[in-house]
């Protein structure tokens, strides 16, 4: 074996490392980890404020409605604050016509949900504030359990478990749900041993008092949850503060939502890079693998492919045509397939390529404010 063939091999074993780094080998340095507990102090549980922004959701409104009303029955203190980013549909309608359950603010048109959610916290007057997606809906259970993690002092935010369903309606479908259970395990992991590092808008909150200013380009969620470990307190998550939501069926769909997602992910990065730089060891290793690695996957899989075919090449060219024509077969029955192994290993390369072109994009100075909700949910 010459220098070009130890170069390539050592090119594709680094490149299958960083790909597989987030699922496997991450997870298994973080059970090592000493677990850190938690100091609850007895005493009546904080007030809360519930916050959603909505944009032309007027099919999830009865059921979001209902699941507030229940919520609001077993929990009667607890204000419910909503944002309408200029809908075009009845969904502002569907939510003033509910009379005092929930506080409507109306959007001058479209101002994107991060310029939302500033104006429902300046509004909110609960101790603790719980962001939530409007076609997100909540265990009956989920307040309470939520708020009483809030008993220990040094905790300053508090994230939920998200379930998704309709896993089956297509392999899209299938890699979101594998993929989500794989982040929730480890978001379980990593409040165990100290921070979480970062939410997502489905169903997390934090102390009113620790509510960071922000530009409305950035990804709220994340810089509104990373504002809690910049502070010094604790950003965990509830295993039993469920949240259920369906799952994006259309390949087109998920493609779209990842490239913004990740935009916008990367553009606030650059928004809170002097902070991250601040945080201890072990809360940037933990931002560095489930993130930053996870960002730049597709070229990680790129670099393996090359590195591949210039191993097959040097090995024998049958070898390499063969190993062509399989790539070229596993994708084309990927792409034509809706379930199956082809069309899942199909969406997981993807996904990886979707999160590159979002954080490509951003690096060219393009983010996303607004968004859409997705047809095939």
């Known amino acids: 074996m010459d220098a070009i063939d130890l ?11 960083a790909v597989g780094w987030p699922f496997l080998f991450y997870p298994l340095i973080l059970r090592m980890l000493p677990i850190r507990p938690e100091h609850p102090i ?12 909505a944009y ?41 016509g509910q009379g005092d359950l929930v506080t409507l603010l109306r959007g001058p048109g479209r101002s994107g949900k991060a310029h939302g959610m500033k ?38 935010g508090v994230l939920g478990s998200l379930h998704y369903m309709g896993d089956g309606e297509s392999a899209t479908a299938s890699v979101g749900s594998l993929y989500w259970r794989i982040e929730e395990r480890l978001k379980d992991e990593e409040s165990r041993t100290g921070n979480v590092l970062g939410a997502d808008g489905s169903i997390f909150s934090i102390r009113r008092a620790l509510y960071p200013e922000f530009p409305d380009s950035v990804l709220d969620d994340l810089t509104v949850s990373m504002a809690v470990v910049f502070a010094g307190r604790r950003l965990v998550k509830a295993k039993d503060v469920i949240a259920r939501e369906r799952l994006v069926a259309a390949r087109r769909d998920e493609y779209r939502r990842k490239v913004r997602i990740a935009a916008r992910a990367w553009h606030t990065h650059g928004h809170l890079r002097p902070q991250l730089r601040r945080m201890g060891i072990l809360d940037r290793f933990k931002y560095a693998s489930r993130k930053i690695v996870r960002w730049f996957g597709g070229i990680f899989i790129l670099t393996g492919i090359v590195a591949a075919g210039t191993l097959a090449m040097r090995i024998s060219p049958t070898l390499y045509m ?27 390369v993807i996904a990886y390529f979707a999160t590159l072109q979002g954080v490509l994009k951003a690096m060219t100075g393009r983010t996303v404010t607004i968004w859409n909700p997705a047809k095939s949910r």
């Open 7 to 17: 170069v390539a091999a050592a090119v594709l074993l680094l490149s299958l490392a």
């Open 42 to 53: 007895p005493g009546p549980p904080p007030t809360a404020s519930l916050l959603f922004c």
């Open 56 to 96: 032309n959701e007027e099919a999830a409104m009865p059921e979001k409605l209902a699941n507030l009303a229940m919520l609001k029955t077993r929990y009667p203190g607890l204000e419910i604050l909503a944002f309408d980013d200029g809908s075009s549909d009845e969904t502002a309608a569907l939510i003033a």
């Open 119 to 156: 104006l429902l916290a300046a509004k909110a007057r609960g101790d603790v504030l719980i962001f939530t997606d409007a076609n997100v809906m909540l265990d009956a259970d989920a307040i309470d359990n939520l708020l009483a993690r809030y008993a220990d002092p040094e905790i300053g």
């Open 322 to 348: 063969v190993g062509g024509l399989t790539g070229v077969f596993v994708l084309w029955r990927g792409l034509r397939s809706r379930g199956g192994p082809f069309a899942a290993l199909v969406d997981i």
